[in-house]
């Protein structure tokens, strides 16, 4: 049963040709290794402040430190005492999922009543995603927290056109002729 | 690049540098990466059709091997490890881009499509018509005859890959061995 015949041998020698790899790829794998094994960036963070190390001061120095700290202290009292005072939540940065970093998509289509993103991320799922409304000057925009890798995806207008992105690049596969678009995200972890 | 490794003569065993780069050493990861880099690009390439979804698939699998080094068992060949994580990875991949494929299709325009093509691939691909049909068998038939006669795994090794049992594997390889042949003499008669 393993023997093959000669037409089918010689289609195994064929693909059994070696495909040559492209340095650019291996070098984004071994730039992605690197990157896992640092963590991500709040964990290089913690580990940078956390690693003991000398420091020398002057005494003038350590004064100039105590007066800033002591500045610094009566300042965010001072700042912060109004606001719990009015009940509201303090200011938070806009987070995200650890591993990801927010990656904004924008189609500027004035006229269109819709527009979805349809790709990679979400599974194709044409309803899946909605651009928020482009308004009278037609930017439609979402951003969605996506992990490093390669992205293909398209828009989806008026919940029919489909519409590559044509900021990027077209992406290779099998599209019936209708490209999709391609993204990269590196250096989220 | 594997020939790179092996240049000195003197080849650095599997073992020892997955447990260098369990230690933290990037350049034993490195090494391995350059010894099986090829082997699983090949893989990728010949089974998804494209370089760019192999490249990503071969991107991925590396980077979950490492992160799952940790429970790499030593009684393990490195490469078949890999593969098995390689094999996945394909699949995951090509089912996302079936997905896309559905919803081009549903969403096709009145006007016709431009015709339908094989993703180019760097000079040393094969025949279009090697690989029209083995793009044209069916996926589990594709990576079986992929793993039997072109990475020329034994069914043992592919069972264990694939989680799929040998007379299984044996019949699909027997299947897309019947399939490919009626596929290369349509596409060989079609062009006379």
């Known amino acids: 049963m393993d023997e093959l015949d000669p037409r089918l041998r010689g289609v195994a020698d064929e693909l059994r040709r070696p495909v040559e790899p492209d340095p650019a790829a291996v070098r984004r794998l071994r730039a992605a290794v690197r990157a896992a094994a640092e963590g991500p960036a709040w964990r290089r963070w913690l580990r940078w402040t956390l690693r003991p190390r000398p420091v020398s001061l002057s005494p003038a120095g350590v004064l100039a430190v105590l007066v800033a700290t002591a500045a610094i202290t009566a300042l965010g009292t001072a700042r912060l005492a109004p606001r719990g005072a009015e009940g509201g939540p303090p200011a938070v940065a806009a987070a995200h999922a650890p591993g990801t970093r927010p990656v904004r998509f924008v189609l500027v289509l004035p006229g269109a009543h819709s527009v979805h993103l349809v790709g990679d991320f979400n599974d194709w799922s044409p309803g899946a995603t909605p651009l928020a409304d482009g308004g009278e000057d037609g930017v439609w925009s979402v951003t969605l927290p996506l992990a490093d890798g390669r992205y293909a995806y398209s828009f989806l207008v008026d919940g029919a056109r489909w519409t590559p992105d044509p900021q990027a690049p077209p992406a290779p596969g099998d599209d019936f002729g209708r490209p999709s678009s391609v993204l990269f995200v590196e250096g989220s972890t | 690049m ?45 089974m998804l059709g494209n370089r760019a979804d192999a490249e990503e698939a071969v991107q991925d699998a590396f980077l979950r091997a490492y992160r799952s080094m940790g429970r790499y068992d030593h009684r393990d060949r490195l490469r078949g490890w890999l593969f098995r994580i390689l094999v996945n990875r394909c699949r995951s991949l090509a089912e996302q881009r079936l997905r ?79 399939r490919l042949r009626v596929l290369l003499m349509e596409v060989e008669h079609g062009r006379a």
Do not use: N
Request: aromatic fraction near 6%.
């Open chain 2, 2 to 46: 594997r020939a790179a490794a092996g240049c000195t003569g003197v080849e650095t065993p599997d073992a020892v540098l997955v447990q260098r780069a369990r230690d933290g050493d990037a350049a034993s990861f490195d090494a391995i990466v350059d010894r099986y880099y090829g082997d699983c690009l090949r893989y990728a390439a010949r």
């Open chain 2, 100 to 178: 896309r494929r559905r919803v081009l299709e549903r969403f096709r325009e009145a006007e016709p499509p431009a015709a339908e093509t094989w993703p180019e691939e760097p000079g040393d691909g094969p025949p279009e018509a090697v690989r029209a049909a083995l793009a044209a068998l069916p996926p589990d038939q594709r990576e079986a005859f992929l793993l039997k006669h072109v990475e020329e795994l034994s069914y043992e090794e592919m069972a264990e890959l694939t989680g799929t049992g040998v007379s299984a594997l044996k019949m699909r390889v027997k299947r897309a061995c019947d």
